[in-house]
């Protein structure tokens, strides 16, 4: 006969422990993501309170396996975890979209009326003429927030859809005409990075 203890124990052991395993790693491995993303992007004030409480959750997790080593559930819950937290991890920070880049815009066509638009939408452009493959070529510069990408995208295809283009991310950039930061509430910031 299956008593009410048993029931629990198994429960515990084979539901509860491992899916605690999970969410404890997911979130240590997700803000370890994070917190590496935001060092290689210089925001670097945020960084020590992301590793704290990272080594806090990683301790807990690694603590329950540890304990229970005779449950290869749990071992694999400490995996899946692993997996989910850089998956969420690297989700979240896309949604953020935190930094600046720098786009390299090449194009045989005239492009006074791209520089002109992106100008007017307060991107700083510096223009370069160079020798392509096939022949002369004006290389665009210009620096741009990583959530302004699709706009700039949408911007270079209106007026020029057969540039090629290039992104790079910058750590940082000095001295030069920058996209203006707009203003934006928390409720606008919230909404743009967990669109309901």
Do not use: C
């Not at 429960?11 to 290689?40: E, G, K, M, Q």
């Not at 223009?127 to 210009?142: D, F, H, Q, R, S």
Request: overall charge positive.
């Amino acid at each position: 006969m299956i008593t009410a203890s048993l029931l629990d124990s198994n429960l515990f052991n084979w539901v509860i422990l491992p899916l605690l395993i999970f969410l404890a790693r997911t979130s240590d491995v997700t803000l370890a993501t994070l917190r590496n993303i935001l060092l290689n992007k210089n925001f670097t004030k945020i960084v020590p309170f992301l590793g704290f409480f990272e080594a806090l959750l990683w301790l807990l997790a690694v603590s329950q396996a540890v304990r229970n080593l005779s449950s290869p559930i749990s071992y694999f819950a400490f995996a899946a975890g692993y997996s989910m937290g850089m998956f969420v991890g690297i989700k979240i920070e896309a949604r953020l979209a935190l930094g600046k880049q720098i786009l390299r815009i090449i194009t045989h066509k005239d492009s006074t009326e791209l520089i002109a638009k992106l100008k007017e939408n307060h991107f700083g452009t510096t223009t370069i003429e160079a020798t392509g493959g096939t022949g002369p070529v004006k290389v665009i510069l210009t620096v741009i927030n990583r959530k302004d990408l699709p706009g700039v995208a949408a911007i270079i295809q209106e007026h020029n859809p057969n540039a090629f283009y290039s992104i790079e991310d910058i750590r940082t950039a000095s001295q030069g005409i920058f996209p203006r930061s707009y203003s934006e509430s928390k409720l606008d910031y919230f909404k743009r990075i967990f669109p309901g």
